[in-house]
Nanobody
Framework: QVQLVESGGGLVQAGDSLRLSCVVS????????VGWYRQAPGGQRELVAT???????SYGAAVKGRVSISRDNDRNTVALQINEAKPEDTAVYYC???????????WGRGTQVTVSS
């Protein structure tokens, strides 16, 4: 029912910028909290950024200052802008959506970001 599809991942050099996008269907996007998490090889999934329906943004400590999250309620999309990419940013990035009225969280299948040094 609820579907999240990420795109924009790829191979970049350290210091480059990258923009990830997520298209959401099947949910009331404009009143949902959306965000991005990532999981490095052998690591655990960690918070990258979230944005509430009221446009309150939060960022993980490892990326704060280098990334920004934005949402387009007209297109049901959420984007993650990564600047000054570092090799430690290499991970699979997952889009997520939280529906507070049902207390449910939905995940995309992820998009790979690889940053070479």
């Amino acid at each position: 029912q609820v579907q999240l599809v990420e795109s924009g991942g790829g191979l970049v050099q350290a210091g480059d910028s990258l923009r990830l996008s997520c298209v959401v269907s099947g949910s009331k996007f404009d009143i949902s909290t959306v965000g991005w998490y990532r999981q490095a090889p052998g690591g655990q999934r960690e918070l990258v950024a979230t944005q509430t329906a009221g446009d309150i943004r939060s960022y993980g400590a490892a990326v704060k200052g280098r990334v920004s999250i934005s949402r387009d309620n007209d297109r049901n999309t959420v984007a993650l802008q990564i600047n000054e990419a570092k090799p430690e940013d290499t991970a699979v990035y997952y889009c997520h959506l939280y529906q507070r009225w049902s207390d449910e969280t939905f995940w995309g299948r992820g998009t790979q970001v690889t940053v070479s040094s």
